[in-house]
Structure formats: structure tokens, C-alpha cells
């Protein structure tokens, strides 16, 4: 496949948007009642990006600030993704206070956190877009990518096995809390034809 | 979104691409219903409604969003939305709110 | 038609049959943590029967589990229909097994992911989850022994091999970070540099041994003088250099005299000779002025050079003007 066919055209970067703005309603209500508070929802990013551009986007999501990451692959019907939850350290203060932690927040507690915000916003997603694509995906078990690291580290930016990625991006924040995550669905080059075939079933 | 309303309303329809734009349309006479969506760039659907409370513009406001936090909908009710609808949408549930309100028959 | 239902049937008994079988644990818990489904995993590993555990709240069966924690997971599937995860890491397990090889295994339990989904009855209601229990045990023994490993190879790419000092480049690396957080803080550390004087003739002398052993004691030496904070590094062959956090050159210099006289007085023993010997020192304090780490480093040389050409067995603290090699 030549590079040139894989651009979005703007109707499917259209569906793309949608089906994601809905899909991440859905996960912010889910995690809204769990937290008890209101997720302020942004504009989804919606992008077909290199490897590079990946890493670029990543940096500038985390503000050059410490983040821990969680990941969790995804799979049906032959598209083949990875949901990437990146918290900026400075987060979890706020997200133990929601979640009632008391005392300190050490690694434990923090990954604690990690993995049930993780669970929920991920596997909310993945119901939102299965629902509307007329799927189901099958999860792996979630991986801690790495706590307090660099961004940089957590995708290389030299990959040989994919050179481009669908990316959704929604960058969550929460109303009068300091807590702001990203999560980030990935879809790399030879799930994205299939995924661009589900997808345009809903143009019809 | 334009392909769930009914097909046989005889209406004339124009698109905003922000809540600016959607505004400017309504100033200009071009919007006695507004489908309005939440999350958009520039204003998003909570100034648009603020405006059009405060400016007072002759508009039936339709809020059709993907955020069905219980919050967000008594948020766009208490800025005077009519009605509040949930992505994605059917044209079914479109008729449904259109005739509840007398707009079609 | 019978002959279709028949054939249900069947098809259901070798579901039932691969689901008692897998090697994954399976278990139906109902809105009370009653036990309503317990696959054979569950059952060899644990030692309890189906007809034993069945109707059984969960917690009151395994008293270990965490309730709160579990529960927690629990009521948010039931709540928000989504399926929740937990890894070894956070608890190595919840359900306390055995490991499955007795003998060659390296951990003592199963090490278990742990998966939670919602179970939608006929009425489209979620009233069951599901738990599902994964044998992780070889995956995180082996990242364990991998960090291990690493921790290992990186201690040992940071230390000299004879005096287990830090050596030359990761000595040099801590400088660098010194000097980094000196400018950012301002705050005031002091470099030493020191060599053993007339190391040369000790080797000729005695013998490279003894000259290796001359070496070793006086990296002792140094770690018996050394605050916790205080950063040691073999730079060369008889050439040592320790970083003072946080002290002024008067303490630096009170150091350095500690540590010469130390080792003024000690007599190392090697086969059966005495070898005494002296050292010679050089300190220089971090300054605003300085562009770079390797200035600092200059300067301490400068100090260094400063007592070799006053007679050694000495130490200097560097002042502006001296003058290197």
C-alpha cells in the first residue's frame, strides 16, 4: 500500500470524531460515577500520524512532566488496537482524594489507581465503539507501561513493525480537580483499511 | 446528524462548523430550531446557549451530544434547552421529540 | 425438532466440559458474593468442591482475599458493566494456590491476573460477574530475575572492580548532576582530588600486587571516612576523587586532613612486607563562577598539583592564580 492511501478523507475523519465523541461520553459518565464529579470532555483528536509525530504528540499531551502509563490491547473482526491511558504525575493527589485513599500515596496506591481508572475509561471506550461499529472486542490484561518515566520511553520512536497510527485522542480533565489524562486509541497501518471498511457501513 | 432528521420536512438546513458560526446563523434568520452539539471548538454549546439566553434570538434549542453526564444534561436544561438527546442519534427518536413538540405532524 | 435440540445439548456439555478443563480458573459470583459457578482450576487448586463452596460467600471461604479491595472491583462491574482488571503487581494473588511446579518453580504461590466481567442475565440485567483467574506465575518470576539481573549489571557497569568505588564514568556522571544541581540551588559543595604519592615506586618496589593492594586499602580507607552523601570514585590508576555534598571548603579541608593522616598512619601489610605511604590532596569549592564540571575539575587538579610541588603529603584548598602541571 502506498503511503498516499493511508490519509483520512474528511468523511471518515468525520465518522471517526463521532464515534469517538460518543464513546468518550460514554467512558466519562462511567468514570464521573465512580468519582463522583463532572469530566470536563474536550474536542477528540482524530489523526493518522508516523511514529514521530506519535512521540511529539505524546510530549506535548504531557506537558514535559513525569507520567505513568497503563496500555491494553484490543482485538475483533480483524482490527487490532491499543488503548494507551497516560496520567501526568501530578494527578493522582487529587484522583486518591475522589477515590477515598487515606495516608500516603506510594507506587502501590498510585498503580491501585492506575489500573481502576485504566479498567473503567478503557473498557467503557471499548464498549462505546463496539456498540457503534457492531462489534466486540476481545481485551488482553492491562500493562503497566511504566510509572514516573519520560514519555519519550514509553514509545519508540524508531518501531519497525508499524510505520503509522491511527491515533483517537481525548485528553480528560476533571472540573475543579487537578487531574488530566489522556487516553489515546491505537490502530497501526494494517488494522486501519479494515477499521476505515467497518467505519464506512455508517456513511451509508 | 443531517441524515436522522425525517426525510420529508420541508425545512432549509445550514451547518455550523462552531459555536460562533452557529450564532452568526441564527442572527441572520437561519435557525429557528438549533441542533446544537456540546463539545466544539471556538464556543462550545454551553456559551452558545448563554448567548442565546442572554442576546435573547429567536431559537428552539435541540441539545444533541455524546456527554450523557447526568450533569451536562440539567447544565444545558437550566440554560433553557428544550430537549437533550443522546449520540448517536435515531432518526426515531428525532420524529419522537419533533412531533412531542408540535413541530411536525 | 429434536434432533437440533439433541444436538444443543451435546454442544452445551462440551462447553461445560472445555470450561471445566481450562486451565483458567472460572468463578460466578451473584450480587452477594455467593459462590454460583466453580470450574475445576478452582477446584484442584484449592482443594474445594463445587457442592462445598457452592451458595458460599466468597470471603468467608478465602478470609485472605482483601474484602474491601475485591469488592471494590466487584461493585464497580456490577455498577458500570464494564469489565474491571488487576495484575500481579498490584497483588501478586488474590486467591492463595500453590505455584504448579512444585519442585523446578522458584515462587512458593501462583502469581495471578486477575479479570472481572459483567455476566448480562436473560432480562438483560447484570446480577453475576465472573471472575476470571489467570496462572501469571512464570511471566513475573522471570521479570522479577530480569530486574535483577539489571539492577546487577547496572551496579556493575558503575563500579571499579579492584577498590568497588564508583569508576571513572559514572563518577563522572554523579559530578556532572553535582554540578548541575550546585548551579540550580546554589548551594555550596567541594570536589576532592588526591593521588598517592610516589605510587610509581611502590610498584616498582614491591610489585604490581602489592601496588593493586595499596590501592584497595586506601579505597577502604576512604569508605571508612565517608559521610552517606559523600560520592567516591576511583579516576584513575592511583588517582581517587570524592564529591562533599553540601560542604564549604573549611570542612572539606578538615576532611581531607582526617583522611590524610589517616592514611599517614596506616601500614599495609602484603605477603610479608610493611609498606607505609602518604597521599596528597586537592579540594576545590563549586563557585558561580565556574562554566562547567570540568572546570572544577581542573581547578581540584590544580590544588592536587599545588601540594606535590610543596612536598606533598599535604592538602590544598585551590585558590585563583594556581597554576596547573
Not at chain 1, 128 to 153: R, W
Not at chain 2, 14 to 27: M, P
Not at chain 3, 206 to 216: K, S, T
Given at each position: 500500500m502506498s503511503d498516499n492511501e493511508l490519509v483520512l478523507n474528511e468523511e471518515l475523519r468525520d465518522v471517526y470524531q463521532e464515534v469517538t465523541n460518543v464513546a468518550m461520553g460514554q467512558a466519562a459518565d462511567s468514570l464521573a460515577r465512580l468519582l463522583d464529579v463532572f469530566v470536563v470532555l474536550p474536542i477528540p483528536n482524530v489523526n493518522i500520524l508516523e511514529a514521530g509525530e506519535l512521540q511529539m504528540a505524546l510530549q506535548s499531551a504531557s506537558d514535559n512532566e513525569s507520567v505513568s502509563a497503563v496500555c491494553q490491547g484490543f482485538i475483533g473482526k480483524g482490527v487490532a488496537g491499543e488503548a494507551l491511558l497516560i496520567f501526568n504525575d501530578s494527578s493522582f493527589h487529587d484522583i486518591a482524594k475522589l477515590m477515598k485513599y487515606e495516608g500516603e500515596i506510594d507506587d502501590a496506591v498510585q498503580l491501585e489507581l492506575e489500573m481502576d481508572i485504566a479498567s473503567i475509561l478503557i473498557g467503557a471506550f471499548l464498549n462505546g465503539l463496539a456498540e457503534q461499529l457492531d462489534m466486540s472486542f476481545s481485551q488482553g490484561h492491562p500493562v503497566v507501561?511504566?510509572?514516573?518515566?519520560?514519555?519519550?520511553?514509553?514509545?519508540?520512536?524508531?518501531?519497525?513493525?508499524?510505520?503509522?497510527v491511527l491515533t483517537l485522542e481525548i485528553n480528560y480533565t476533571i472540573k475543579d480537580h487537578n487531574i488530566n489524562c489522556d487516553l489515546l486509541l491505537l490502530f497501526s497501518d494494517d488494522s486501519i483499511d479494515r477499521l476505515n471498511e467497518i467505519a464506512s457501513y455508517l456513511l451509508e | 446528524m443531517a441524515r436522522a432528521l425525517p426525510k420529508e420536512w420541508d425545512i432549509e438546513l445550514s451547518f455550523a462548523g462552531n459555536g460562533q458560526e452557529a450564532l452568526d446563523a441564527i442572527h441572520e434568520g437561519?435557525?429557528?430550531i438549533l441542533f446544537l452539539d456540546?463539545?466544539?471548538?471556538?464556543?462550545?454549546g454551553y456559551g452558545v446557549l448563554e448567548a442565546i439566553r442572554a442576546q435573547d434570538l429567536p431559537t428552539m434549542v435541540i441539545v444533541v451530544s455524546g456527554d450523557i453526564q447526568p450533569e451536562a444534561r440539567e447544565r444545558v436544561r437550566g440554560l433553557g434547552a428544550l430537549e437533550f438527546i443522546k449520540k448517536p442519534i435515531t432518526t426515531d427518536k428525532i420524529n419522537e421529540i419533533l412531533t412531542a413538540y408540535g413541530i411536525i405532524a | 425438532m429434536p434432533s437440533e435440540t439433541k444436538l444443543d445439548i451435546s454442544e452445551f456439555h462440551w462447553m461445560m466440559d472445555m470450561l471445566q478443563t481450562i486451565d483458567v480458573g472460572l468463578v460466578v459470583l451473584n450480587e452477594k458474593y455467593e459462590i454460583d459457578i466453580w470450574n475445576s482450576f478452582m477446584e484442584n487448586h484449592s482443594g474445594l468442591e463445587p457442592s462445598a463452596v457452592k451458595g458460599e460467600v466468597m470471603f468467608d471461604l478465602f478470609p485472605d482475599i482483601p474484602r474491601d479491595w475485591f469488592c471494590h472491583k466487584i461493585d464497580a462491574v456490577f455498577q458500570l458493566h464494564s469489565r474491571a482488571f488487576t495484575t500481579w503487581e498490584q497483588r501478586p494473588y488474590v486467591f492463595k494456590f500453590k505455584n504448579y511446579r512444585p519442585i523446578t518453580g522458584t515462587a512458593d504461590f501462583m502469581f495471578q491476573n486477575i479479570t472481572i466481567i459483567p455476566l448480562v442475565s436473560l432480562s438483560g440485567k447484570v446480577d453475576h460477574v465472573c471472575i476470571l483467574v489467570y496462572d501469571v506465575t512464570d511471566a513475573a518470576t522471570s521479570k522479577a530475575a530480569l530486574e535483577q539481573a539489571n539492577t546487577k549489571l547496572e551496579m556493575l557497569s558503575q563500579t571499579d572492580r579492584l577498590t568497588n568505588l564508583y569508576n571513572r564514568g559514572h563518577w563522572e556522571e554523579c559530578l556532572e548532576a553535582e554540578y548541575l544541581r550546585c548551579t540550580r540551588s546554589r548551594n555550596t559543595s567541594c570536589l576532592i582530588m588526591f593521588d598517592i604519592d610516589h605510587f610509581k615506586k611502590v610498584n616498582d618496589t614491591y610489585g604490581h600486587q602489592a601496588g593493586d593492594e595499596v590501592i584497595r586499602v586506601t579505597a577502604q580507607a576512604v569508605r571508612d571516612n565517608l559521610r552517606l552523601t559523600d560520592i567516591a570514585g576511583r579516576y584513575g590508576g592511583e588517582e581517587f576523587g570524592i564529591i562533599l555534598v553540601d560542604t564549604d571548603s573549611m570542612d572539606a579541608h578538615a576532611f581531607a586532613e582526617r583522611l590524610r593522616k589517616h592514611i599517614e598512619a596506616m601500614v599495609v601489610k602484603h605477603d610479608s612486607l610493611e609498606i607505609k605511604y602518604t597521599v596528597s590532596i586537592g579540594i576545590a569549592e563549586m563557585g558561580s563562577s565556574l562554566g562547567s564540571y570540568m572546570e572544577w575539575l581542573e581547578n581540584s587538579d590544580k590544588a592536587l598539583y599545588h601540594c606535590k610541588r610543596n612536598g606533598r603529603n599535604c592538602s590544598t584548598i585551590y585558590q585563583p592564580g594556581m597554576e596547573g602541571e
Amino acid at each position: 500500500m502506498s503511503d498516499n492511501e493511508l490519509v483520512l478523507n474528511e468523511e471518515l475523519r468525520d465518522v471517526y470524531q463521532e464515534v469517538t465523541n460518543v464513546a468518550m461520553g460514554q467512558a466519562a459518565d462511567s468514570l464521573a460515577r465512580l468519582l463522583d464529579v463532572f469530566v470536563v470532555l474536550p474536542i477528540p483528536n482524530v489523526n493518522i500520524l508516523e511514529a514521530g509525530e506519535l512521540q511529539m504528540a505524546l510530549q506535548s499531551a504531557s506537558d514535559n512532566e513525569s507520567v505513568s502509563a497503563v496500555c491494553q490491547g484490543f482485538i475483533g473482526k480483524g482490527v487490532a488496537g491499543e488503548a494507551l491511558l497516560i496520567f501526568n504525575d501530578s494527578s493522582f493527589h487529587d484522583i486518591a482524594k475522589l477515590m477515598k485513599y487515606e495516608g500516603e500515596i506510594d507506587d502501590a496506591v498510585q498503580l491501585e489507581l492506575e489500573m481502576d481508572i485504566a479498567s473503567i475509561l478503557i473498557g467503557a471506550f471499548l464498549n462505546g465503539l463496539a456498540e457503534q461499529l457492531d462489534m466486540s472486542f476481545s481485551q488482553g490484561h492491562p500493562v503497566v507501561l511504566g510509572q514516573h518515566c519520560d514519555i519519550s520511553d514509553l514509545i519508540s520512536a524508531n518501531s519497525t513493525r508499524w510505520n503509522k497510527v491511527l491515533t483517537l485522542e481525548i485528553n480528560y480533565t476533571i472540573k475543579d480537580h487537578n487531574i488530566n489524562c489522556d487516553l489515546l486509541l491505537l490502530f497501526s497501518d494494517d488494522s486501519i483499511d479494515r477499521l476505515n471498511e467497518i467505519a464506512s457501513y455508517l456513511l451509508e | 446528524m443531517a441524515r436522522a432528521l425525517p426525510k420529508e420536512w420541508d425545512i432549509e438546513l445550514s451547518f455550523a462548523g462552531n459555536g460562533q458560526e452557529a450564532l452568526d446563523a441564527i442572527h441572520e434568520g437561519k435557525g429557528d430550531i438549533l441542533f446544537l452539539d456540546l463539545t466544539m471548538p471556538v464556543l462550545d454549546g454551553y456559551g452558545v446557549l448563554e448567548a442565546i439566553r442572554a442576546q435573547d434570538l429567536p431559537t428552539m434549542v435541540i441539545v444533541v451530544s455524546g456527554d450523557i453526564q447526568p450533569e451536562a444534561r440539567e447544565r444545558v436544561r437550566g440554560l433553557g434547552a428544550l430537549e437533550f438527546i443522546k449520540k448517536p442519534i435515531t432518526t426515531d427518536k428525532i420524529n419522537e421529540i419533533l412531533t412531542a413538540y408540535g413541530i411536525i405532524a | 425438532m429434536p434432533s437440533e435440540t439433541k444436538l444443543d445439548i451435546s454442544e452445551f456439555h462440551w462447553m461445560m466440559d472445555m470450561l471445566q478443563t481450562i486451565d483458567v480458573g472460572l468463578v460466578v459470583l451473584n450480587e452477594k458474593y455467593e459462590i454460583d459457578i466453580w470450574n475445576s482450576f478452582m477446584e484442584n487448586h484449592s482443594g474445594l468442591e463445587p457442592s462445598a463452596v457452592k451458595g458460599e460467600v466468597m470471603f468467608d471461604l478465602f478470609p485472605d482475599i482483601p474484602r474491601d479491595w475485591f469488592c471494590h472491583k466487584i461493585d464497580a462491574v456490577f455498577q458500570l458493566h464494564s469489565r474491571a482488571f488487576t495484575t500481579w503487581e498490584q497483588r501478586p494473588y488474590v486467591f492463595k494456590f500453590k505455584n504448579y511446579r512444585p519442585i523446578t518453580g522458584t515462587a512458593d504461590f501462583m502469581f495471578q491476573n486477575i479479570t472481572i466481567i459483567p455476566l448480562v442475565s436473560l432480562s438483560g440485567k447484570v446480577d453475576h460477574v465472573c471472575i476470571l483467574v489467570y496462572d501469571v506465575t512464570d511471566a513475573a518470576t522471570s521479570k522479577a530475575a530480569l530486574e535483577q539481573a539489571n539492577t546487577k549489571l547496572e551496579m556493575l557497569s558503575q563500579t571499579d572492580r579492584l577498590t568497588n568505588l564508583y569508576n571513572r564514568g559514572h563518577w563522572e556522571e554523579c559530578l556532572e548532576a553535582e554540578y548541575l544541581r550546585c548551579t540550580r540551588s546554589r548551594n555550596t559543595s567541594c570536589l576532592i582530588m588526591f593521588d598517592i604519592d610516589h605510587f610509581k615506586k611502590v610498584n616498582d618496589t614491591y610489585g604490581h600486587q602489592a601496588g593493586d593492594e595499596v590501592i584497595r586499602v586506601t579505597a577502604q580507607a576512604v569508605r571508612d571516612n565517608l559521610r552517606l552523601t559523600d560520592i567516591a570514585g576511583r579516576y584513575g590508576g592511583e588517582e581517587f576523587g570524592i564529591i562533599l555534598v553540601d560542604t564549604d571548603s573549611m570542612d572539606a579541608h578538615a576532611f581531607a586532613e582526617r583522611l590524610r593522616k589517616h592514611i599517614e598512619a596506616m601500614v599495609v601489610k602484603h605477603d610479608s612486607l610493611e609498606i607505609k605511604y602518604t597521599v596528597s590532596i586537592g579540594i576545590a569549592e563549586m563557585g558561580s563562577s565556574l562554566g562547567s564540571y570540568m572546570e572544577w575539575l581542573e581547578n581540584s587538579d590544580k590544588a592536587l598539583y599545588h601540594c606535590k610541588r610543596n612536598g606533598r603529603n599535604c592538602s590544598t584548598i585551590y585558590q585563583p592564580g594556581m597554576e596547573g602541571e
